[in-house]
């Protein structure tokens, strides 16, 4: 009989040349569990989706609660169902009052997508622009805005009228014009591997968009519901989007995605001369509920208030001639390697001695490390000295 690892290599396709292979049976809090007593310390999270931790449990009451009502009702948008008003109610008050108007999809491509298309219907522009080493999603129009031309090439033709710019060049954004519907921008670059906004920029970014009429749409799908200390980033650098698109960590575990604009902008989707946008499962009731939860426990916790010690404590502890630099917003963090020859055997090293890490998709050099924010100092200690061990075995 093939085993579970052969039957996954077998029928299910194959997404990476290295598919970590781990084997989980259960996860909890800021664990995974194995079949044969494995555990590993999860230092990702799922990429930025468990902030709240594995099966938090008012997550899985709210999942409970839901699934004694009702599953799918109808696409989104027709039928008032409570879990997506309940949701959309409160995530406009974690919102600057102009952003007051949700879109709930599936998926953080999804939501990226609606936006892009809003962006068009509510300005009359065709222009998009994006950054170098953005990562947006991983359909047609979203993988457009992509800013690694190695993930577009085999695609091509992707959107028409798309413009790459360079992440933190002043002098690029005069490249924003009134041609420009919008400009879609990481508030912290996720998958280029934790990459910031310099000071002042974000500031400018915005004040271009504003004297050019051009959308300016924060991608907090990453970096969002939390994981940098701040229930959204783009709180901490003093400006607002005029639209904003989530998903990941929103959902507590949950699929579930969505953009978010004012009511006026938001207007411009509907009925003229066609619907705007269609989802079927977008603001599935058993997800909002979820998403609802995870909201919630953010709120009424002390975990965004930890977040600051906590990443400090990383950045402590993880000290070692290997490690070049470290680069964090909140518990978005990246330890830079000398490369990824370096980093590979490390990673897979601590996995064997039970942390899991990875790095990002455009920096491979980089470890990410982006636990649940629920993780404890403890924990973090174990995990960091495991790293360290980690990186003695290999390099001893
Ligand atoms: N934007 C950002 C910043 C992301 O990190 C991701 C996922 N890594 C996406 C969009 C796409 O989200 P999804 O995989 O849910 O489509």
Request: with cysteine.
């Amino acid at each position: 009989m093939l085993s579970q690892r052969q039957l996954f290599l077998k029928y299910q396709a194959q997404t990476t040349d290295f598919p970590l292979l781990l084997e989980v049976e259960r996860a909890e809090g800021v664990y995974m569990y194995g079949p044969n007593g494995e555990r590993y310390l999860d230092l990702i999270s799922g990429i930025g989706v468990s902030n709240v931790g594995h099966r938090h449990p008012e997550v899985i009451a709210a999942i409970h609660k839901q699934l004694d009502k009702y599953l799918h009702l109808m696409v989104y948008g027709e039928v008032v169902q409570g879990p997506q008003v309940q949701l959309s109610a409160q995530l406009v008050k974690t919102l600057p009052s102009h952003l007051n108007n949700v879109y709930l999809v599936n998926s953080g491509s999804e939501a990226v997508e609606g936006a892009l298309k809003l962006a068009k219907r509510y300005t009359g522009r065709t222009e998009l622009i994006s950054f170098n080493n953005a990562y947006h999603g991983s359909t047609h129009g979203s993988l457009s805005l992509n800013g690694s031309e190695n993930f577009k090439n085999a695609f091509r033709p992707l959107l028409p009228d798309v413009r790459q710019i360079q992440h933190n060049s002043l002098p690029d954004l005069e490249n924003i014009t009134t041609r420009t519907a919008a400009v879609i921008l990481e508030t912290v670059q996720g998958e280029a591997g934790v990459r910031l906004p310099a000071l002042g920029y974000l500031t400018t970014l915005r004040e271009r968009c504003h004297q050019t009429g051009t959308l300016l749409i924060l991608d907090e799908i990453q970096a969002g519901f939390g994981r940098t200390g701040t229930f959204w980033a783009f709180e901490q650098f003093g400006i607002e989007p005029d639209m904003l698109v989530c998903a990941k960590g929103m959902g507590g575990g949950m699929p579930i995605g969505a953009f978010i604009a004012s009511q006026e902008v938001m207007g411009s989707l509907k009925n003229d001369p066609l619907l705007g946008h269609i989802t079927t499962f977008g603001g599935h009731p058993v997800s909002c509920a979820a998403s609802l939860a995870t909201l919630q426990v953010l709120q009424n916790s002390d975990l965004l208030a930890q977040v600051p010690a906590k990443a400090n404590l990383f950045r402590q502890l993880l000290v070692h001639p290997c490690i070049k630099s470290i680069r964090n917003c909140g518990l978005l963090m990246a330890a830079e390697f000398e490369s990824f020859a370096v980093l590979k055997p490390v990673i897979d090293r601590a996995i064997l001695n039970g942390v899991l890490t990875d790095w990002f998709l455009f920096c491979d050099n980089s470890m990410r490390i982006a636990p649940p924010l629920t993780i404890t100092e403890a924990e973090i200690t174990a995990a960091c000295q495991i790293i360290l061990k980690s990186i003695k075995e290999v390099f001893p």
